[in-house]
Every structure is written in C-alpha cells, then in structure tokens.
C-alpha cells in the first residue's frame, strides 16, 4: 500500500528558531511532492511543490527532496508565531490524478 | 474570483438522512475532488473527476455518490447518511501542468455531523 508517513507532533520551536518538518513516503516511482499548511477549521492552501532532487526556497520556505532516501522536508527559517499550524506533505506517485496525504505534523511556534 | 466554494458550511443530519454537498470552481479547472477529513488522519479521496463527463472511485468511496454536472460543479451525495459519515468535507480542484505538476486548490469545507 502506498503511503506517507510524517510525525504528528506536536513540534514545538521557539519563536524566530529554524522548524524542521519531515516526511517519508512509500513509492519510488513518486513524482511530485507538496507542502500545505492547514490552520485550525481551515482548509489546506499550498505552501510549495518540489519535484527534483535537492533544494526549493521561497522566502522564508525551503523544501528539501531526496529520492534516493525517500524523503522530502520543509524548512522554516525565522519561525513567526503565523506559523502555527499543521502541516500536511502530500505526493503525487504516478501519472494517476492522485495524492496520498500524510496525516501531518502540528507546528507550534512559542512567543 | 471566488476559487472553490462549497455549500452547505455546516449540516446536521439525523442517521438514514440524505443530503447533496454542493461545489462549484471557476478557476476553469478540469480536474475536480472530495476528500473526507477525520481527526488525526490525512485527507482520504472519496471521488475524483479528472474532465467533464467523468468520475472515479477514490479510496474512499462507500456510502457516497457524485455528480460532474458540468466543468464547473461537482456534488457530493449522502443517500443515507451514517455516524462514521460524521467528517468534514473538502472539495479541491486542479489543472495538470508541466508533467506532474499540478496544484490542488481547496474550498472552505463542510462540517457534516451525522446523529
């Protein structure tokens, strides 16, 4: 069975720290890998999308993709209070319409 | 541009109950889905439609059925309603792109309890 599997947290960082957020999924054949962000009775809004081996940023956002390893990762740099909320990785495994979810990670970023 | 709106916010129905969970996108979108959420688990597919004309089982699917009315709505129908139904729903839409990419944009989703 394909699946996504990330850490339900809570992580915990304190307020300007660098938040770490991982996720392993199942599926070497998989192409495309999202990061939403989705806060508390609201729905999930893309954050960023990585489909390439190495290293995405976009502002305060990097993803990190490894094939190889099976991974993807999500840094925040400068970590707001904003930035509380759960994250959901999501990945797309073949040409099918498809994504499998993780159950996401919930980030708690302390004043 | 109102993206993807989804009507009723939030239902209460009693067991047996039926009820249309409606959707609309005017992104021009071809490429429509539901997703079911529960505490502590991921969205799970319960349908998808990739075109007008079109729809598919997702992971998901028992108890619900759906309708691609056309490019622009795609509603979601409890025939009768269950306890384990109790969720919230979200409906997404995308367009392919390049290869793989291809992001999904999600309405507010609603909030259904099933007495």
């Known amino acids: 069975q394909k699946e996504v599997e990330q850490n339900s947290g809570p992580l915990s960082v304190p307020e300007g720290a660098i938040a770490s957020l991982n996720c392993t999924y199942s599926?070497?054949?998989?192409?495309?890998f999202f990061w939403y962000r989705q806060y508390s009775g609201k729905s999930p809004e893309l954050i960023m999308s990585i489909y390439s081996n190495g290293d995405k940023e976009d502002g305060r956002f990097t993803a990190q993709l490894n094939k190889a390893s099976q991974y993807v990762s999500l840094l925040i740099r400068d970590s707001q209070p904003s930035d509380s909320a759960t994250y959901l990785c999501a990945v797309k495994m073949d040409s099918n319409y498809q994504l499998i979810w993780g159950a996401g990670t919930k980030l708690i970023i302390k004043p | 541009n109102a993206g993807v709106t989804q009507t009723p916010k939030f239902q209460v129905l009693k067991t047996g109950q039926s009820m249309t969970l409606q959707c609309a996108q005017d992104?021009?979108?071809?490429?429509m889905y539901w997703y079911r959420q529960d505490p502590g688990m991921g969205l799970r597919l319960i349908y998808y439609s990739a075109s007008e004309g079109t729809t598919d089982k997702g992971e998901v699917p028992n108890g619900y059925n759906v309708s691609r009315l056309n490019k622009r709505e795609f509603s979601l129908r409890l025939e009768s309603a269950a306890p384990s139904q109790t969720s919230v729903y979200f409906c997404?839409?995308?367009?392919?792109?390049?290869?793989?990419?291809?992001?999904?944009?999600f309405g507010p989703g609603t909030r259904l309890l099933v007495l």
């Open positions: 599926d070497r054949g998989s192409q495309s």
């Open positions: 997404a839409s995308s367009e392919r792109g390049v290869q793989y990419q291809e992001t999904q944009y």
């Open positions: 992104m021009n979108h071809n490429s």
